[in-house]
């Protein structure tokens, strides 16, 4: 009988390629990895892995017992989601995942919504950037995250995660308000790129390199026609706008970034472009009662006013 706990060893080495990889984000030695990955090939009956280097890739038999990896592990979130459901009443850990915008805007209204429906939950929140959400979710350090895509960086399919739609944000581009004049056709006219091409010269202010914010504000400005002048690198939006306002550069902000009494000394111009935020979590999971409540009350939270 194949073991869960190592099926989901090889699941992770699949995704993460090393086997330093998994043992961090398992907290597991890398030996105590490769032991239980050589039990599981004994279990097979056939070789699962083979070395290329430092790195580890899997035999055609390893790639189709992930696959079947993938389909267990789904079956067992459903099951636990079932066995919560005939308990009833929600109690006990729902960690969250969430990035700061959503984390100041819309989740403490949520948890608070929560709390009066149920009481004996204990949700406990980590700004999490969604690009690590997918590892996070997978590992269990996770239950159930808010992530986000751009336009111009769409989320990428996350083998064994499911995610349900929210919001959809617009976004702006921020600027001095002494700057460089509007063109004439209009931010949502004939040419989206035109409203950055104004501030190709100027400095930019970015989100630190490997996050969406930051891919995102780096392919808008590519599709326009250049590449940004990166001057600051910065990943809370209200201290972005702080920037700009001082004349330090200018910025891409989505919607919940800017909200509060606007600065006389930013000027912000609406971009044909999007945010879109959803609820990931693990396939199977979905029907968890704990995760249905934290969405609908999510739902509940989210302000109006947001586009889409």
Same mark, same amino acid.
């Given at each position: 009988m194949l073991d869960v706990r190592r099926l989901r060893l090889l699941r992770e080495l699949a995704r993460r390629g090393t086997i330093a990889a998994v043992a961090e984000a398992l907290a597991f030695s890398p030996s105590a990895v490769s032991q239980q990955l050589g039990v599981l090939e004994r279990e097979a009956g056939l070789p699962l892995l083979e070395r290329t280097g430092r790195r580890v890739r899997l035999t055609p038999a390893g790639e189709n017992l992930v696959r079947h990896a993938e389909a267990v592990?789904?079956?067992l979130e459903q099951a636990e989601a079932d066995l919560a459901e005939a308990r009833g009443g929600l109690a006990g850990a729902l960690r969250i995942?969430?990035? !700061?915008?959503? =984390?100041r805007a819309i989740v403490p209204a949520a948890l608070a919504a929560l709390a009066r429906r149920h009481p004996a939950l204990e949700p406990m929140v980590?700004? =999490?950037? !969604?690009?690590?959400?997918? %590892?996070a #979710?997978?590992? /269990?350090?996770?239950?159930?995250? #808010?992530? %986000?895509?751009?336009?111009f960086v769409p989320a990428p399919q996350e083998p064994g995660l499911a995610t349900e739609p929210l919001f959809v944000e617009a976004m702006y581009l921020a600027a001095p308000a /002494?700057?460089? !004049?509007? &063109?004439s056709e209009g931010s949502e006219g004939p040419d989206p790129g035109a409203a #950055?091409?104004? %501030?190709?010269?100027? &400095?930019?202010? =970015?989100? =630190? !390199?490997g996050t969406l914010c930051h891919a995102m504000t780096v392919r808008a400005c590519e599709a326009a026609g250049f590449s940004p002048r990166v001057r600051h690198q910065v990943d809370e939006f209200a201290t972005v706008l702080a920037l700009v306002a001082a004349g330090q550069g200018v910025a891409l902000v989505p919607q919940l970034g800017v909200t509060g009494p606007a600065d006389p000394a930013v000027r912000l111009t609406r971009l044909p472009v999007r945010r879109r935020t959803g609820l990931a979590f693990r396939s199977g999971a979905g029907a968890h009662p704990a995760v249905a409540a934290f969405g609908a009350a999510l739902r509940a939270a989210v302000p109006p006013d947001l586009a889409g």
């Open positions: 592990l789904e079956r995942g969430a990035f !700061p915008t959503a =984390t980590s700004e =999490t950037d !969604p690009a690590a959400v997918a %590892h #979710l997978r590992a /269990g350090d996770l239950d159930v995250a #808010l992530v %986000h895509e751009y336009d /002494g700057e460089a !004049p509007e &063109p #950055l091409r104004a %501030h190709a010269r100027a &400095p930019w202010i =970015t989100a =630190t !390199p």
